[in-house]
């Protein structure tokens, strides 16, 4: 328990001081118009609340994530923490709040126009593919996931397609209409539902004494799964998250003044660290051990956990309010996981999207293949979705390292994590059997020297850049 309650203040403090320190870092420019005003279009750019942006960033970057990703990395036990801790503060929250923060500076741009700005014209298209893989991929996890928990809940009544038919309509009418008409107003709901539900849990493990164990580093996972990588691909939202890059310029778009960006970006990655936090909690506590929560996912997955945890912290009724919390998370991103795809193939091809009928025949073939992807176990899914998402943070700590090099100021802050990332990524594509299935040794020593290669080229990039004095903010002009 001592663990527990230490982690999330560590969380916390984690925002006022370190958090305050990257923006530092960066440099605020409290005098610069933001996007919101100054590509203005009333559908993806106008200006909302910096309370309504922070709750919408959550719920955007909160998918199951920060829940199913913990509940599967409890099986390591309470060294699955320092992830969550450490992760949240040193990689995930800085990676979240220079994406952000860089992609206002640029207009709004997502993150394949950045990686081609900043890391060369090769990787905006790398990167472009990489970012629509994973969003759709992402949509149709969080599709699935939702899906699975509500027909759990209403079996006898509710068939699994009529479920996936109202699930996909939503996320349809989410990705076309303009995101206040839609996100901006159902967002402080569901938010709410959302913080509700993962405080309940919290509060319950605390007050009832659940035998949360405290620290150490010994690896108890029953199949005896390495730590490294499969831990930090495992546990990805809850601590370092690609997806969030694909996020953030969706309010980096609405976001009304550069001083918001810490609460918003930053602060909103370290309050899903805590509801990682919660959840990891909760899943090594309440079955006796690493090898009952196997047992447990086994016959249920993921969604089985959080039904018996919900219930058995929060009774009937509160449970049920504490599964719907969780139903919330993946459905409001995978809402924005498709509007974020939309927005991104519409600046690829450059297209306007003030015209709905623009926004449809570039949404409808999306929604197509995702769907197909529903038939596809939902383990595999997860397995690429992992890869993809730590794959795409890599590359956006990257990018945020190259910007702060380019500005002369300490890009060690995105570099160290995106450093320990590259290395986490290719040993885990080189081992796993959806990659190339070598050794572990073997991958260990690949991605190694990978990993260095990649620093190298790195550091050989940013002196190029310097010599050519590329532009690190674009000038905010009217569309």
């Known amino acids: 328990m001592i663990t527990f309650i230490v982690s999330i203040a560590l969380l916390i403090i984690g925002y006022f001081t370190y958090g305050k320190y990257v923006e530092k870092v960066f440099g605020l420019n409290t005098e610069r118009e933001t996007p919101a005003y100054t590509h203005s279009d ?10 309504k ?8 970057i909160a998918g199951v994530g920060p829940i199913f990703g913990p509940i599967l990395g409890a099986l390591y036990g309470p060294v699955a923490f320092i992830w969550i801790v450490f992760g949240a503060i040193f990689a995930g929250a800085v990676h979240d709040y220079l994406t952000g923060m860089i992609s206002i500076r640029n207009r ?55 479920i996936l038919f109202v699930i996909f309509a939503y996320y349809l009418l989410a990705t076309l209409l303009p995101i206040d008409k839609i996100i901006g107003k159902l967002y402080p709901i569901f938010g709410a539902l959302l913080l509700i539900s993962a405080i309940g849990v919290g509060v ?51 976001t009304q003044k550069e001083k918001q960006g810490r609460r918003i970006f930053y602060g909103m990655m370290i309050t899903e660290g805590i509801i990682a936090m919660i959840w990891a909690a909760a899943a090594m506590s309440l079955f006796n051990g690493p090898t009952g929560l196997s047992e447990v996912l086994a016959n249920g997955g993921p969604a089985a956990v959080v039904s018996e945890v919900s219930v058995a912290m929060l009774g009937a009724i509160g449970g049920t309010l504490a599964i719907l919390g969780v139903i ?76 702060l090099f380019l500005a002369r100021k300490n890009y060690w802050i995105a570099a160290i994590p995106a450093t320990f990332i590259t290395m986490a990524t290719f040993t885990y594509i080189l081992n796993a059997p959806i990659g190339f299935g070598l050794s572990l040794n073997i991958s260990y020593v690949v991605a190694a020297v ?30």
């Open 42 to 51: 009333g559908v993806d750019y106008l200006p909302m609340s910096d309370k």
């Open 53 to 60: 942006n922070s709750l919408i960033q959550l719920l955007n």
């Open 108 to 162: 709004g741009a997502h993150l394949p126009e950045l990686a081609g700005k900043f890391l060369g014209k090769v990787m905006k298209h790398v990167v472009n593919a990489f970012s629509i893989l994973l969003l759709v991929l992402v949509g149709t996890v969080f599709v699935t996931a939702p899906a699975d928990l509500l027909h759990s809940m209403t079996s006898s009544w509710l068939t699994m397609p009529v």
């Open 204 to 254: 319950a493990l605390i007050f009832t004494g659940a035998p949360i164990p405290e620290l150490n580093f010994t690896n108890m996972h029953p199949d005896n799964a390495p730590i490294f990588p499969l831990l930090f691909l495992t546990i990805s939202c809850g601590a370092l998250s690609g997806f969030h890059a694909t996020q953030t310029p969706i309010i980096s778009r609405t």
């Open 328 to 403: 919330v998370l993946p459905i409001t991103s995978g809402d924005t996981a498709f509007r974020s795809a939309r927005m991104i193939i519409a600046d690829y091809i450059k297209v306007s999207q003030k015209k709905v009928l623009s926004r449809v025949w570039i949404a409808v073939p999306m929604f197509v293949i995702s769907f197909a992807l529903t038939k596809i176990d939902f383990t595999l899914l997860w397995r690429y979705f992992s890869w993809a998402n730590q794959s795409t943070a890599m590359i956006a700590l990257w990018v945020g390292a190259m910007y």
């Open 450 to 479: 990978i990993t260095v290669i990649i620093v190298t080229a790195f550091f050989v990039a940013a002196k190029r850049n310097l010599t050519q004095d590329i532009p690190l903010e674009e000038e905010l002009k009217s569309a």
